[in-house]
């Protein structure tokens, strides 16, 4: 194998598949990068079993081939290098690299027992605007279950429904769901749950790639086969194995009705719970939210035997029957802190069942807070 490209290309390309590449006892050649070069395209692949990222590299293919080297040496070596034209040669087990005044030879392994990234078939497609994706992605991943006791709550709900995609993850403690709008060939509905760990590879390769790698119209392309999902973004796939199971009908938990609705600014809500926060039962976390009747005021208040007490009145539209709520201040904070409206709406039944919080005039995302039970 033999090929050159700009040291800026390889840096990105190396950065964009390397992060997988860890430290892998079991199966050592996972910690390395594998470089392909066919009919003049150089791609880089990496894989941990359960993630693999393919990656093309924008250079000069003089001769085929491919070889594995670890991805961790090469990636900070190249990075090292003047932002110069970079030759790269496997001569047996080595690879040649030049770049300037730079030589220098890296010992790496044949790709022959290197994993296979699983292909899948392109036939049916989903498709969304790659910003509005990362966006509403950000906003329901932080709810996903940090416990593997249950392993459909470790990834997110994807809902291919026609031509909207249903994204919603929950702890068990709280909720969080977003809808955005998709284009698709099929009128087939889809429903996976997918990986947290392989969104967050998602949300960080879209995070670094620059314009020029992107696709014209700035869409992530979703293909699905039975038990995997490919990620298409410009020039880069990531492909990820599904999680098998049911996901619970969360919708049961999703208050329809209401007894009593507020509506109060963002950044005197969230200025509230903080203080509020600091006067929380350790361990506990709990806060109380109040609506008193025909007041137009939430009372965000906390009390710990500990440091002390702590009230604060807010300004707010209210409407329906004197209400209260005692809830956990760290999934309130999490949920100001993704709703993208200066007014949050907040909506409860009774201090025994979930309340829902969204942004005005905003109906595709609602997150909601299970009740901490006195």
Do not use: W
Not at 209 to 231: A, C, G, T
Not at 316 to 339: C, R, W
């Amino acid at each position: 194998m033999k090929i050159s490209s700009l040291q800026e290309n390889f840096k990105n390309g190396l950065f964009i598949v390397s992060h997988i590449a860890g430290k892998n006892v079991n199966l050592p050649i996972l910690n390395n990068v594998m470089i392909k070069s066919m009919q003049g395209d150089i791609k880089l692949i990496t894989t941990d079993l359960e993630i693999g990222i393919v990656t093309r590299v924008r250079g000069k293919v003089e001769e085929d081939g491919e070889f594995t080297i670890e991805a961790k040496i090469l990636s900070d070596y190249i990075s090292l290098l003047p932002n110069q034209k970079v030759d790269l040669e496997i001569n047996k087990n080595n690879a040649l690299i030049k770049c300037e005044n730079y030589k220098t030879v890296i010992r790496g392994e044949s790709a022959e027992e290197y994993p296979l990234v699983p292909e899948i078939e392109k036939e049916i497609y989903f498709k969304t605007n790659i910003n509005d994706f990362k966006k509403a992605l950000s906003q329901v991943i932080f709810a996903v279950s940090g416990s593997e006791t249950r392993m459909e709550l470790s990834g997110v709900f994807f809902s291919f429904n026609k031509k909207k995609l249903i994204m919603a993850a929950t702890d068990s403690y709280r909720l969080a769901e977003r809808i955005i709008s998709i284009e698709t060939n099929t009128k087939e509905e889809k429903n996976v749950i997918i990986p947290a760990k392989a969104l967050q590879e998602v949300i960080r390769i879209i995070s670094v790639l620059k314009n020029e790698d992107l696709n014209e119209n700035n869409d992530i392309i979703f293909y699905l086969s039975d038990n995997q999902i490919l990620f298409t973004i410009g020039s880069t796939e990531v492909v990820s194995r599904l999680i098998e199971g049911q996901y619970p009908d969360y919708k049961q938990i999703i208050p329809v009705n209401r007894e009593t609705k507020a509506k109060i600014d963002r950044a005197e809500l969230l200025r509230a719970v903080k203080a509020a926060a600091l006067f929380s039962k350790i361990g506990i976390n709990d806060i109380n939210l109040d609506f008193p009747e025909n007041k137009n005021k939430i009372i965000v208040s906390s009390a710990s035997g500990q440091t002390g007490e702590n009230i604060a009145e807010l300004d707010a539209e209210t409407t329906g029957k004197d209400n209260g709520i005692v809830v956990n201040y760290k999934y309130v904070l999490d949920g100001i802190n993704n709703i993208d409206s200066e007014k949050i709406v907040i909506e409860i039944i009774d201090g025994n069942t979930p309340c829902v919080l969204k942004g005005e005039n905003n109906n595709n995302y609602a997150y909601i807070i299970m009740p901490i039970k006195q």
